[in-house]
């Protein structure tokens, strides 16, 4: 299944490290998300782009940085992070933002040591 | 309070038995409901969506009860292949858009 891909799906980075996440969706859909998935912890929604515009921002540090160059691509944008940002983070799309089936890439497992 | 809770599990069951999963959300606005599946190590997946009248999708079985603001999956004749993470998910609406709220999953092991 190739409907959402995201890349890398695993990094291991540093404190002081910047890295970038990328999702890339080939469903034709124009609203996408950011989650984190820590253990045992729900799925927390973490930045939602709708039409390439961004129309949530669940109180994020700033050490996540979200970027939308258009439809089809997310990226995640990372510096500085803390150990306790190691989690799975995965990325959705859905056809509009009214309309709740989201369709979910691989997820990147991100390790901060 | 959590938004919505789950019992974690796990649900140790054998092939072939009936295992029942509860839910309950805390915001009455919620409108939508689902079940999500989630392997180990992978991403969620829809499983079923959940109406008032109740659906049946082969072996699965969904309920919700908005009164007492619960859902429940009900899963008959299991399967080693059933084994994995369900998700509770509900929705409600936020600045414009409808926000999918999870739970943090029952796990469920079927062994032979």
């Known amino acids: 299944e190739t409907g959402v891909t995201q890349t890398p799906r695993h990094l291991v980075m540093g404190m002081t490290n910047k890295k970038s996440l990328k999702c890339e969706q080939h469903?034709?859909?124009?609203?996408m998300y950011w989650y984190k998935q820590s253990a045992k912890k729900p799925l927390e929604l973490m930045f939602v782009?709708?039409?390439?515009?961004?129309?949530e921002n669940n109180s994020v540090p700033s050490r996540f940085s979200p970027e939308c160059p258009n439809s089809s691509h997310l990226f995640l944008h990372l510096h500085t992070l803390q150990p306790e940002d190691s989690a799975l983070y995965l990325c959705?799309?859905?056809?509009?933002?009214?309309?709740?089936?989201?369709?979910f890439g691989p997820g990147t497992r991100l390790t901060v040591l | 309070r959590k938004e919505v809770e789950q019992d974690p599990g796990p649900f140790n069951v054998p092939e072939g038995a009936t295992v029942a999963f509860n839910c309950t959300y805390s915001n009455s606005a919620s409108q939508s409901f689902f079940w999500y599946r989630q392997d180990c190590r992978k991403e969620p997946k829809l499983l079923m969506s959940?109406?008032?009248s109740g659906n049946e999708d082969g072996r699965f079985t969904a309920q919700l009860n908005r009164a007492s603001q619960y859902i429940s999956l009900l899963i008959r004749d299991s399967k080693l292949s059933d084994s994995a993470t369900y998700l509770c998910?509900?929705?409600?609406?936020?600045?414009?858009?409808?926000?999918?709220?999870f739970g943090a999953g029952t796990r469920l092991a079927v062994h032979p």
């Open positions: 959940v109406y008032s």
């Open positions: 959705a799309s859905s056809q509009e933002r009214q309309l709740v089936t989201q369709y």
């Open positions: 998910v509900v929705t409600f609406p936020e600045g414009g858009y409808n926000k999918l709220i």
């Open positions: 469903l034709g859909h124009n609203a």
């Open positions: 782009y709708s039409l390439e515009e961004r129309v």
